[in-house]
C-alpha cells in the first residue's frame, strides 16, 4: 500500500472509530432514558426518547456510507 493511500486509510477508520463511538454513546443514553421513562411511566420522557431515535439512525446510515467507501 502506498504511503498516501496508507494513510487516507487511516484517517477514514479513525472517523469510522469515532463516527461509532458516538453512536454508542447516544444508543446508551437513549437506553437509559428509555428505562427511566418506563419504570417511572414516564410519557413525556418517552416522547423525547422516540423523538430522538432519528439521530441514532443517521449514524448508522453515516457508518454504512463510511464503510463502503473504505471498502
Known sequence: ???HTRAKFDK????LSRLV???GGL???QLLH???????????LAGEVIGRDCAVDAFH???EKESV???
Open 34 to 44: 428509555a428505562f427511566k421513562a418506563l419504570s417511572e411511566r414516564n410519557a413525556r
Open 1 to 3: 500500500m502506498l504511503p
Open 61 to 63: 446510515s453515516e457508518m
Open 27 to 29: 444508543a446508551e443514553q
Open 12 to 15: 477514514d477508520l479513525q472517523r
Open 21 to 23: 463511538a458516538e453512536m
Open 69 to 71: 467507501n473504505i471498502i
